[in-house]
């Protein structure tokens, strides 16, 4: 068992210390995680590509878009719950923390099953609304048809690395994703150039990289006191609902505006044909590894800001409220 010093050293206090060198040490292993996604993606696409065909690495982008809206879903939701237990982290108030939890388990849960069910009844309808191409029609069904499995894997991912990030542990995000994308990139090569499954084989390497990910989140969260199998915290609480749908609907907002766009260009250019399709996602992401290197400084904005101000309403500090606007700075600078 690890000794309270070393469960200290695991979670960063942003409550005290240099607020830059703070922002600095718990953003970096997110920079170097999201780097590795975005290298994940560009290293699946050339193993697709090259060693299956061109309809293959077509019938994968053809509804990138559709992935791309649910990663934001459980992005969103992540932040949303994120913000709120780090404020219950700063007011050191394991009871509404436990709350917090509990209902975010339930909500995971129902949000996971429905967002799975939904998207598997209406993939013809989600094909003709992406106006994917006959000819790549059946590669299209079968790598959709397994990937869209790994929903409940990706939700319960983005939730349990973002309560962690809320006490201040951003080192199993990059754990997660470095093992995930090592562990994708064997299992394509495995199953696409080994066993010659096809694009069913890259999906089914995807969702099993996936669920690793999960465990790798979820089993630090179940060994933390946040985390209680008491069921009378998962009953959904109106007060926190209205406090999450107030946070979570402003970026689904924005996520879905640009999820409606994207959607649209890629829809005609499905329309074009299957030859110009490979190539319109890929240089995109070479830029996001730039842009993402730099996303965490922002994002630890919300973890590093809600807990200080949690403990400044707690301790009724006026002088104390002051500190996140360090943190926001130092975030920008950096």
Known sequence: MKTARQKKVQNINMLEGNPAGLVIAFSIPLVFGNILQQMYYIADAVIVGKFINIQALAA??????????????????????????????????????KKIVGNTCSITIGLAAFLTILTEYHLE?????????????GITRAYFSVVLLGIPFVLVYHVATALLRAAGNSKITFYAVSTSTVLNIVLDLLFIVGFGWGVRGGALATVIAQFVAMLIAVIPLLKSGMFTMDLSYWRLDKRLMGQMLGLWTPMFVNSAVISVGGSFVSSHVNAIGPFLLPGSPQAPRYSHCWSLSLWPFRQDFPYSSGRIWGQAGRSGSEGGSTRPWYSLCCSQLC
């Open 60 to 97: 994968v982008n053809s509804c990138s878009w559709l992935i791309w809206l649910l990663n934001a879903i459980a992005r969103d939701l992540s932040n949303t719950l994120s913000i709120l237990a780090s404020y219950s982290v700063g007011e050191r108030d394991p009871e509404k923390l």
């Open 125 to 137: 309808g989600i094909f003709r609304l992406f106006q994917v191409q006959s000819d790549i029609a």
